[in-house]
């Protein structure tokens, strides 16, 4: 199975940016869709951003025109990189296939901490 290995999660001050990586131990390019996740305190786990194998992409209201996904297929990496953060931004931040069952995928990774906070 692929092992996914997320970083670059940090804290951050309001306005700040952070590029986060997902770490694939074999090939995302033909996986239908990847995603970031992201799961707050006390809230579920939700689904932020996506990247189909055609590169076509879609975001949460939430994060639209401040955060951007995209891939390295040549590192087997998942990148999101995010500008203006918010508050509201702080989580723990997972990537796994959209929808989050895909055979090859056995479970969650570790998450990237992600605090925005003064």
């Known amino acids: 199975q692929v092992q996914l290995v997320e970083s670059g999660g940090g804290l951050v001050q309001p306005g700040g940016s952070l590029r986060l990586s997902c770490a694939a131990s074999?090939?995302?390019?033909?996986?239908?869709?990847m995603g970031w996740y992201r799961q707050a305190p006390d809230k579920e786990r939700e689904l932020v951003a996506e990247?189909?194998?055609?590169?076509?992409?879609t975001y949460a209201d939430s994060v639209t025109g401040r955060f951007t996904i995209f891939k390295d297929n040549a590192k087997n990496t998942l990148i999101l990189q995010m500008i203006g953060l918010k508050p509201e931004d702080t989580a723990v931040y997972y990537c796994?296939?959209?929808?989050?069952?895909?055979?090859?995928?056995?479970?969650w990774g570790r998450g990237t901490q992600v605090t925005v906070s003064w």
């Open positions: 796994n296939a959209v929808p989050p069952d895909h055979p090859r995928f056995g479970s």
């Open positions: 074999e090939s995302i390019a033909f996986i239908d869709r």
């Open positions: 990247i189909s194998y055609t590169g076509s992409t």
